[in-house]
């Protein structure tokens, strides 16, 4: 199920975002992990997606750098905008990356580096502008 677009303009990203993270989820592109906050929301959306196989909608995710910006629409098609804050790189095992810091920000994540699973290369931003509710 589609629950979100994502585009990054710096790296040619504009796909849509698919509910799950199951390989039959993240081989037709962005995936949205289950229990994370929703896309557009107040806590951490985390985002996975491949690099070398199918789609490869974050083949370039190693190329963002601090400042770029990440749109991402939220439940009602609204377009909320992050600016990137943060890449490092992590193993399989360290889940934390999807933990909610309190904040509203997107982390998106893939394996590395390219053509390897042995780690992952993970991308954090901030959010810099969304809806104002009343």
Known sequence: MVVSHLRIPSIGVD???RSGI???VINRGVAHWAGTSAPGGTG??????HRTTYSRPFADLDRLEVGDLVYLEDGDGFEVMYRVSDTFIVTP??????YDL??????MFACHPKGSASQRIVVQAELVAG???A
Do not use: F
């Not at 951490?44 to 997606?49: P, W």
């Not at 309190?102 to 982390?107: E, F, Q, S, Y």
């Open 15 to 17: 796909e849509e975002v």
């Open 22 to 24: 199951s390989s039959s």
């Open 44 to 49: 951490n959306v985390v985002l996975a997606g």
């Open 93 to 98: 095992e360290d889940i934390w990356i999807s």
């Open 102 to 107: 309190g904040k509203p920000m997107v982390t």
């Open 131 to 133: 809806r104002r509710v």
